[in-house]
């Protein structure tokens, strides 16, 4: 008998560890050729703004593409690119039953100064644990916004947040987070980018610019609250 089970048990191992070794050989190259591709997508992004670019690899999955010198409304910023777990299956299975796919973080200090903070972020999202620490550490109250969560000091900012994710139009699904901070970097807006489906390069620079000067022109009847 334990012959028998010695010769299904130890092809099973070998099977299943040759399986693992080899998803992991291959998932390695498709987050590689994955990040390039994301890589080129978001310089493609921040050429129109001007400027000296620099990159930086923070892994060989993941970089930080950084601009200074950028043009109105933006004087600096960075988009920072992550490529979708592939290397682990059972981490490849749960990131996708979430929806999580290739993602860009957007950080970009404007040239001016914005009326009011905001956090608007999706729940259960790989950057909802972040967006709910830093609106409690100001105090904002959390409420919801269809399917996403804001948090903001008070009706105004509310509305603001509103409009600004209105602005987002189809991108909306896509959404990861969006915040407005008075100290730069202004504006922050991750957004998943997946291989397949992955917006043109010069829209997502379009609606940078236009979330940025919706953030910057609030309604003029609207007042900044005490201590927003």
Do not use: C
């Not at 060989?60 to 409304?73: D, K």
């Not at 000091?153 to 990861?176: C, F, K, M, N, T």
């Not at 970097?185 to 620079?205: M, N, W, Y």
């Amino acid at each position: 008998m334990p012959q028998v089970e010695s010769r299904v048990v130890l092809p099973l191992v070998v099977v299943l560890g040759t399986f693992f070794i080899g998803w992991y050989l291959v998932g390695n190259e498709i987050m590689r050729r994955h990040a390039r591709r994301l890589a080129i997508w978001s310089k493609r992004t921040l050429d129109p703004l001007g400027g000296t670019q620099a990159v930086q690899w923070l892994t060989l999955h993941a970089f930080r593409l950084e601009v200074e010198g950028a043009a109105a409304p933006f004087q600096r910023g960075s988009l920072t690119g992550l490529t979708e777990s592939w290397d682990v299956p059972m981490i490849w299975l749960w990131n996708r039953l979430r929806g999580r796919r290739d993602m860009v973080l957007a950080q970009m200090t404007l040239h001016q100064q914005p009326l009011w903070g905001f956090e608007v972020y999706r729940p259960g999202s790989l950057l909802s644990k972040d967006s709910r620490h830093l609106a409690r550490l100001e105090g904002w109250e959390e409420q919801p916004l269809g399917e996403l969560m804001v948090a903001a000091a008070g009706d105004a900012p509310r509305q603001l947040a509103g409009r600004l994710v209105a602005e987002l139009g189809d991108y909306r699904s896509r959404l990861v987070r969006l915040a407005v901070r008075r100290a730069g970097p202004h504006l922050t807006l991750a957004l998943t980018v997946p291989e397949r489906g992955r917006p043109d390069p010069l829209d997502f620079q379009r609606l940078l610019q236009r979330v940025a000067r919706a953030a910057l022109r609030p309604e003029a009847d609207l007042r900044p609250p005490p201590g927003a």
